[in-house]
């Protein structure tokens, strides 16, 4: 039987026998599920700026207080989630790949249910 490719990009391959993955090669007849993670990230430390700014603006800090605000604002805004793909197999669960775009892990999961399906 030859080997099908549904996904081939950049350091990322998924066939109906193997997801290869920056050198790492798992064999897709081991691979009972997959399924998409997120890690949020942390958002404590620019809130606390946030609110040491607000606290200066009160305290007629207003100069201080706005460019610590506004840096927290921007912070906040840079921040984004670490996508995952998690694999899982009879030997437990492995989070198999990363990446802040959202939309390209959809579609290495797409590849690899296909795969999944395809192997029947």
Not at 83 to 111: N, P, Q, R
Request: aromatic share 8%; proline share 2%.
């Amino acid at each position: 039987m030859d080997e099908r490719v549904f996904f081939d990009q950049g350091e990322v391959k998924v066939t109906n026998a193997r997801f290869i993955v920056s050198g790492q090669t798992y064999a897709m007849n081991g691979v009972t599920s997959v399924k998409r993670g997120v890690n949020q990230p942390n958002r404590a430390l620019p809130i606390i700026l946030a609110i040491v700014g607000l606290v200066l603006i009160l305290h007629q800090s207003f100069l201080w207080g706005i460019a610590l605000a506004g840096l927290a604002v921007f912070w906040l805004v840079k921040q984004q989630p670490d996508w995952l793909v998690i694999l899982h197999s009879a030997s437990g669960e492995v989070k198999a790949l990363t990446s802040k775009d959202g939309e390209y892990i959809k579609a290495v999961i797409d590849a690899l249910n296909d795969s999944i399906i395809h192997r029947g």
